[in-house]
């Protein structure tokens, strides 16, 4: 079974989930910061469910003693106070309602802002290992579902509660004998709610599945459309949606069929309830043992005392779905990165650019070492660059060095400071990279060059795009610099992108610049504007370039050969051509590529 299969199957097992006293604990701390309003609300709806008690409890005294007795002021009277506590019991409806709301949204909004906070400072690693769309999910849906339970689900269940207790109270006093023969019915409600709870719950936890299901495989594809329609997959990844989309509908309409049975026999069990009362109670009539009043009313009461048993069993799987969820975004909140801040850091305001590399071993997973014993220094304003085949782990030096991941063994020092001594944003903040794929954000091009940070003025702006050479394109555009950008910058080439990402590098102004080139080749008008804004990028700083083309990194100080983790070769271009190694293979195999293609 692949990793994520496993995966699949637990988060299968947790949306099964039933009530856990410690994880319902937790949901409930969240109310904490709004307990006097949810006082108020519980007693809101322990009112309302009193005032909807008590018209059924008038209907006796209306019809024995007023209505028999002809007694018609009095009659008027009961319905006065009738026609008040409908009134009344709307108008505190009404107030409920929009409280209940008000504490949902305010729960809701707190978390979400707390896990996507949460995530957003999760360690890279994290991310490695868990699929966007599933984060997405956590963020979105899953929040939404508490909402229901934060809302109206917890206080208006209590409501239920005690809209039974009251019935029960107004019918036991009553008549209870008469009670007793009317709840001789429960015992099989009680059975067939139970049934019902059990089957709507996996019913619904595998809609949930499913619907999770349907979210990833539409995020997956559509980002990955290109591809789809490139090799003509469109029939069959309709095909495979279909198929997910179909076992929804299913699951849909089996659990619609649980409510479509359950709802009737309720209602089946109340009118047997009122047929009793009446059969039992009509004769107790005859012998005058109990009034007509007393009989309409317990009639009433039936019909009243179903309705909150109903709802109670469909908030209950309400809750279990939360239940679920909430297990998952605890589940998420609760990840802690395996990359720390230390607890008294060293500020990183001074670095210049002295980097040392000392022994460092690093496997991405246990003991599958991906760098092995490497060790370099870099000097304040040397440029260095890095070689090596595809895999040799370059890019994973970068990230080691922004302290994406921290090394397995060995030590990474930044001013003769170890970096696990510094808070990650500030030694990030004194680093810029320029990535292998330039990722752009919806926006426009000034957005994503100073990615919102009001500290760099325009004048900076215009500064990095005149000598990144990014202006002749910015120029060519109507709206110049506020042309809108695509989410990932669809709409522009990749010279294009690779040229912004170039200045809001430089608008950073970093002391150590990093470059992993693309291995995407541009045309060559663009790659000599790249070429020449490289230059301008690494001027007066410490620079790390990763580079592709030999022809970027002939001027550098120290080139750095890479061979599966390992450093073979150390030196400048021409100390490396005269050892004739594996850097002098690279340079031949390059060199006569270009030379057939000139
Ligand atoms: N997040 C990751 N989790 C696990 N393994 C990884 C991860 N990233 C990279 N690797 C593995 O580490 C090794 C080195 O990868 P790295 O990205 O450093 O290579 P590179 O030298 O930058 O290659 P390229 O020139 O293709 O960019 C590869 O074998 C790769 O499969
Ligand atoms: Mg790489």
Redesign the pocket.
């Known amino acids: 079974m692949s990793v994520h299969k496993i995966k699949y199957k637990k988060e299968e097992e947790a949306l099964g989930k039933a009530l856990d006293s410690q994880l319902f604990r937790r949901l409930l701390s969240y109310f904490k910061p709004y307990k006097l309003q949810i006082a108020f609300a519980t007693i809101l709806t322990i009112t309302i469910s009193a005032l909807a008690a008590v018209r059924p409890r008038l209907t006796p005294i209306a019809i024995d003693d007023k209505i028999a007795n002809k007694d018609l002021p009095g009659l008027q009277i009961i319905i006065i106070i009738l026609l008040g506590t409908l009134v009344l019991q709307g108008a505190i409806q009404y107030i409920m309602a929009y409280l209940t709301s008000w504490i949902g949204q305010k729960i809701i909004y707190d978390l979400r802002k707390k896990v996507f906070e949460h995530t957003i400072n999760l360690n890279?690693?994290f991310f490695?290992n868990n699929p966007i769309g599933r984060l997405v999910t956590r963020v979105t849906n899953d929040i939404e579902v508490l909402y229901e339970v934060f809302s109206s689900g917890l206080v208006t269940a209590f409501g239920d509660i005690f809209t039974i207790i009251w019935i029960l109270y107004f019918m036991f006093t009553l008549d209870w004998k008469l009670s007793l023969v009317t709840l001789s019915v429960l015992p099989i409600l009680v059975y067939a709610t139970s049934v019902f709870r059990k089957n709507v719950r996996s019913s619904y936890a595998r809609i949930r599945i499913l619907v999770a299901k349907m979210n990833s495989y539409i995020q997956e594809h559509i980002t990955g459309i290109s591809i789809v329609q490139l090799f003509v997959r469109e029939k069959k990844t309709v095909e495979e949606f279909e198929k997910i989309n179909r076992d929804h509908t299913e699951e849909n309409k089996k659990s619609i069929f649980y409510y479509a049975v359950f709802f009737p026999v309720v209602e089946l069990l109340g009118a047997v309830a009122v047929g009793l009362i009446i059969w039992y109670g009509g004769g107790q009539v005859f012998s005058s043992y109990i009034s007509v009043g007393v009989i309409i009313s317990f009639i009433q009461f039936t019909e009243m005392f179903f309705r909150p048993i109903r709802d109670l069993s469909e908030k209950y799987n309400i809750l279990q779905t939360a239940m679920a969820s909430s297990e998952r975004i605890f589940d998420l909140l609760d990840r802690k990165s395996p990359v720390v801040d230390p607890e008294y850091p060293v500020p990183a305001k001074d670095v210049k650019g002295n980097i040392d590399f000392k022994n460092v071993w690093f496997a991405?997973?246990e003991e599958d070492f991906?760098l092995k014993n490497v060790s370099f220094c870099i000097k304040e304003g040397e440029r260095i660059a890095f070689v090596?085949?595809?895999?040799?782990?370059?890019?994973?030096?970068i990230?080691l060095l922004c302290r994406f991941y921290d090394v397995t063994k060995g030590s990474i020092t930044v001013e003769n400071t170890d970096i696990r001594n510094f808070n990650q944003q500030d030694l990030r903040s004194n680093i810029a990279i320029v990535l292998?794929d330039v990722f752009l954000f919806s926006g426009d091009i000034k957005s994503n060059i100073d990615l919102g940070n009001d500290l760099i003025s325009n004048a900076t702006i215009d500064e990095s795009v005149r000598n990144t050479g990014l202006d002749d394109f910015i120029n060519s555009l109507p709206e110049g610099i506020s042309h809108k950008v695509n989410e990932r910058g669809s709409t522009l080439s990749v010279g294009q992108k690779q040229l912004i990402s170039f200045a809001r590098a430089l608008a950073y102004n970093p002391k150590i610049l990093i470059l992993?080139e693309a291995?995407s080749s541009v045309d060559t008008e663009t790659e000599l504007l790249i070429q020449e804004a490289i230059k301008k990028l690494i001027e007066g700083r410490t620079s790390i370039i990763?580079a592709?083309r030999l022809s970027t990194i002939q001027s550098c100080d120290k080139i750095i050969v890479?061979h599966k983790?390992e450093i073979k070769e150390m030196g400048t271009h021409q100390q490396l051509l005269e050892n004739q190694g594996l850097y002098y293979k690279l340079y031949q195999l390059q060199y006569k590529e270009e030379f057939k293609n000139a």
């Open positions: 890279l690693k490695d991405y997973n991906v090596g085949a595809t895999g040799a782990g370059k890019s994973t030096i990230n292998q992993d291995t990763i592709h890479l983790g």
